[in-house]
């Protein structure tokens, strides 16, 4: 069941499963047109940022205080793994460094 689009292609070739891989800074490739795809860098260094809070915020309060804030943690944890889903893809360009739309042409011919 694939209903996330390509930012290249625009054709729906990702599922869920792979929109939540790229929250792991995954890079997925596209099975209609092979482009290359991950999620959007700065915000998921934000996240990111935000799962090291949470972890060193509520194990040190775990550590000083009280055990339930491991279960505090982990709920913590759990929401923002709900919301990497939601972060928007971005095309990567290709191994070559030239974009998709900016192929050259195959016959060196044409360049004169």
């Known amino acids: 069941m694939t209903s996330i689009p390509c930012p290249h292609c625009e054709q729906k070739t990702f599922n869920w499963w792979h929109k939540y891989r790229t929250g792991k800074w995954g890079i997925l490739r596209c099975s209609q047109c092979t482009g290359r795809v991950c999620a959007q860098p700065i915000v998921l260094a934000v996240l990111y940022f935000a799962y ?4 060193v915020l509520f194990g040190y309060l775990a550590y000083l205080d009280s055990l339930w804030y491991l279960l505090v943690m982990l709920v913590g944890w759990l929401i923002l ?5 939601y972060i928007p893809l971005t095309p990567l ?9 900016d192929k050259q042409p195959s016959d ?5």
């Open 81 to 85: 793994d709900y919301f990497s889903v």
């Open 93 to 101: 360009r290709s191994p070559s460094g030239a974009a998709l739309s």
């Open 52 to 55: 090291v809070w949470d972890v």
């Open 108 to 112: 060196p011919k044409q360049d004169s």
